[in-house]
Each structure stands twice: as structure tokens, then as C-alpha cells.
């Protein structure tokens, strides 16, 4: 049964939030950004409609979720006032006083996401390593432990690429997920996954270790702006599909984009290859090839403007590409973060897409150190 003290104390973190989330501001400022939807012209400007409208309900996702945190904690008092009276059972007492620490904890995660790119939908690529079939295994078990992720989370996924492995699993996958603050939580999921089990496709059932790398980029929106050059871009179209039947496409709807990318800062000259092959239709494909570039366009920006906080935070996150992030080793029942120690025995849990206490501890350690970058 909780105590008087861990009342008190979910009733304080509440109340801490309002005020560092300043909810009251918050409500006047929806009020004024909904009097300039009203006027006469606001739909004749698409692309500044959609920023203001985003805007809005950026400002009352935050109000609808203390509002929320607010409810919980008020059905957890009037739970306590009824069990002293014995009219509710101890287990419900409990139960609302777990709902009302997930919401709080949730909001205060989020509210550790500051950074411009936190709230941006993400691009999502996995690529098997060396390995064979196991690591393609591997990395086609990532592929579904994310979208089971994001389901959970209520994002909207699409998978803009994927190759299929020789024999079983994939060899990459390209998935674009769209949702409040998905970079901000998948950001963590970037680097080198470690897979340690007694392999099904070994025939004398040795345990075998395999990897897969997981690259995460901001999904960016119309409402930001990156410079493409046309000149730098060349297109190539193929015909996508399975190996055979119905599933091949007859008429070259997939593309690939090549982007001769040079660096302002070093000058370094670089190919970024981008294939397609989302939908049948050609033009949509080509969008959302452009789009992917973009994102890759921005975030090469953003890695520079963290160029100096990484150098520092090296040796403490190790969060550069190719590192080893994370292992998960099915045999002993065990999936340890390495960046944070944070640890579970739920193996089956996490690869059903519970993902959160890894994401959390992520941001609890290094949230803090981003936002002085």
C-alpha cells in the first residue's frame, strides 16, 4: 500500500509540472494562436496555415497532457480518501497510483525533449552485418521489435525500402515514422545492436553472436528549410517487387536519387544514394526519396552544430556510428544497454516492442548534457 509520503509526493511533481511546463501561459497562448486562424485569408497561404495549425496543437498537446497527469492524480486522492473509509480495495489505491506516476514520468521525459529536431517524425534504417543469414535474421527481428514500438505508441509507419535477405530475413530496411516526438525517443536507438543466441540456421546449435546498426534521422516537414541543389541530383528508375509472380512490378516505379553531396565545413565530397520503392507510383516514390534527403541534408547540419558537445561527451555516451549500443543475449534471459547499465530480463517483451525503460534511462543520463549543446 502506498504511503501518506508518496502522496504528498506525486502531488508535488504535479504541481512542479504546471509550473515548469507553465500550462496557464500555455492556454492564453492557444487562444491567441487560434484568433490568427480566423482571418479571412489564412487558407490562400497552405504552407503558413499548416505551421500555424502546428503550432496549435504542439501547444495543446502539452495542455491535454497535464490535463491528464491533473485527472490521475486527482482519482488517486479521492482512491486514498475511499480506502480510508473502506470503501475501495488496496489493489485499487495501487493501480491509480501507478497510472498516475506513468503519466507523470511520460511528461517529464518529454519534457526533456528541447531540441529543435526532438519533436520530428524519424528515418529509421537497419542494415544486417556481416553474418549471412543470421545477422539478416537479426536485423528483420529489429525491423519488427521497432514497428512493434511504434504501434504501441500510436506513430504512423511506412517502409520506404527494403531488401530481402538470401535466404531468410533482410539485408536493410528504410521505415519512416511519423508521430509527436518520435526522433526524440528513437534518437536513443542509434548505433550497433548485439545479438548472442544458439542459432536455428546452425546446424550443430552453437551459440552465435550477430549484429545489425541502426541509423536514426529526423524525419523533416515542408516547414523546414534545407537547400537542395537540382544539379547535384541524378535518377535512376527499376522495376520493384518479390522474386517472382504477382508481387514483381512490371513498370519501373521504384527510384534512386544520387546526391552529390560536398561538406561546407571540410570539403569532403560524398555519393548519398537514396532507392524508393514505397508505392507504385513513380512521382510519389520520387517525394519521398526527396524528402529522405532532405532529412539526411539536415542532419548533417544539426551533426555539425554538435560537432564540439559530442567531442566532450565521447567517452561518456559512445553514441557515434558503428558502436556497440546494446546487447541482447536470448539465452541467459538478458538485454543490457551498455551506454546506461539499464537491464531487463524481458526478452520477449522488448522484442515485442517494449522499449521504454531503455529509452527512458537514455534520457534520463544524457537529455540533460544535450541541451547545453
Known amino acids: 500500500m502506498i504511503t ?9 511533481r504535479k504541481d512542479a509540472l504546471k509550473r515548469y511546463l507553465d500550462i496557464d501561459n500555455k492556454k492564453i497562448q492557444i487562444e491567441e494562436e487560434e484568433l490568427r486562424t480566423h482571418v479571412p485569408d489564412f487558407w490562400e497561404h497552405p504552407k503558413e496555415a499548416q505551421a500555424q495549425m502546428k503550432k496549435i496543437k504542439d501547444l495543446q498537446a502539452w495542455v491535454n497532457g497535464y490535463h491528464d497527469v ?16 473502506e470503501l475501495v480495495e488496496e489493489a485499487e489505491v495501487e493501480a491509480l497510483y501507478a497510472d498516475a506516476i506513468a503519466k507523470i514520468e511520460a511528461l517529464e521525459l518529454r519534457n526533456m525533449l528541447r531540441r529543435e529536431e526532438d519533436h520530428m517524425g524519424v528515418v529509421l534504417k537497419i542494415n544486417s552485418g556481416a553474418g549471412g543469414t543470421e545477422s539478416q535474421d537479426w536485423a528483420s527481428m529489429l525491423m519488427r521489435m521497432y514497428l512493434r514500438y511504434c ?12 531488401l530481402e535477405g538470401d535466404e531468410a530475413g533482410i539485408k536493410s530496411c528504410t521505415i519512416n515514422v ?25 546446424a550443430q546449435g552453437k551459440r552465435m553472436t550477430s549484429f545489425a546498426s541502426v541509423f536514426v534521422t529526423p524525419l523533416v516537414d515542408d516547414t523546414i528549410e534545407v537547400k537542395v541543389e537540382p544539379a547535384l541530383m541524378s535518377w535512376d528508375t527499376f522495376r520493384s517487387g518479390g522474386a517472382g509472380g504477382q508481387n514483381v512490378n512490371k513498370v519501373e516505379s521504384g527510384v534512386r536519387l544520387r546526391y552529390q553531396y560536398t561538406d561546407p565545413y571540410t570539403g569532403e565530397k560524398e555519393e548519398i544514394l537514396i532507392e524508393n520503392t514505397e508505392t507504385r507510383d513513380q512521382p510519389k516514390n520520387r517525394e519521398n526519396a526527396l524528402r529522405h534527403l532532405r532529412s539526411i541534408l539536415y542532419e548533417k547540419e544539426m551533426n555539425h552544430r554538435l560537432e564540439e558537445q559530442a567531442k566532450v561527451e565521447a567517452g561518456k555516451m559512445k553514441i557515434e556510428w558503428g558502436s556497440q549500443i546494446r546487447s541482447y543475449v536470448f ?3 538478458r538485454v543490457k544497454d551498455h551506454r546506461t547499465g539499464y537491464q531487463t530480463s524481458d526478452v520477449n517483451g522488448v522484442m515485442d516492442g517494449e522499449l521504454d525503460g531503455f529509452i527512458k534511462a537514455y534520457l534520463m543520463e544524457f537529455a540533460g548534457s544535450e541541451e547545453q549543446a
Open 331 to 333: 539465452d541467459d534471459r
Open 70 to 85: 491533473e485527472v490521475a492524480v486527482e482519482e488517486l486522492q479521492n482512491g486514498w480518501d475511499f480506502f480510508k473509509e
Open 151 to 162: 504501434e504501441k505508441q500510436g506513430y504512423k509507419t511506412s517502409v520506404a525500402n527494403i
Open 4 to 12: 501518506q509520503e508518496q502522496l504528498k509526493e506525486t502531488i508535488e
Open 178 to 202: 511519423e508521430g509527436d516526438f518520435a526522433y526524440g525517443y528513437l534518437k536513443s536507438e542509434n548505433g550497433v545492436h548485439r545479438l548472442v543466441r544458439v542459432s536455428p540456421y546452425n
